[in-house]
């Protein structure tokens, strides 16, 4: 490992040396990455997955898509094949412990 070496040798450029590396991908970070801010995890979903159907870049794909409903997110999500026939909801069968019942939810 350098880093420790770095480190012994040149004490705080260093931490010098780090900063000015993250401070290099701020611009980078703040103009190539999608603003998820307010949207579901299915709509981030939707944004990525058309970014790689249409070959363009997610982030530019997130200020073109406006904010979705979720019938919306349903209906871009089968049309990019993301939901299916098995994503449905289906019935689940519940114990009711205390008087043993047996309900479907």
């Given at each position: 490992?350098?880093?420790?070496?770095?480190?012994?040798?040149?004490k705080w450029g260093c931490?010098?040396?780090?900063?000015?590396?993250?401070f290099a991908y701020v611009p980078f970070i703040w103009f190539c990455y999608p603003e998820t801010a307010g949207r579901s995890l299915e709509e981030?979903?939707?944004i990525f997955a058309t970014a790689y159907d249409?070959?363009?870049?997610?982030?530019?794909?997130a200020q073109?898509?406006?904010?979705?409903?979720?019938?919306?997110?349903?209906?871009h999500g089968v049309?990019?094949?993301?939901?299916?026939?098995?994503?449905?909801?289906?019935p689940v069968t519940v114990l009711n412990e205390?008087?043993?019942s047996?309900?479907?939810?």
């Open positions: 490992m350098i880093t420790p070496l770095f480190i012994n040798t040149s931490y010098l040396f780090f900063a000015l590396i993250n981030i979903d939707i249409q070959k363009k870049l997610p982030f530019r794909v073109e898509l406006p904010k979705l409903s979720l019938a919306e997110v349903e209906e049309k990019l094949g993301l939901y299916g026939e098995d994503d449905q909801l289906k205390k008087d043993e047996i309900t479907e939810v």
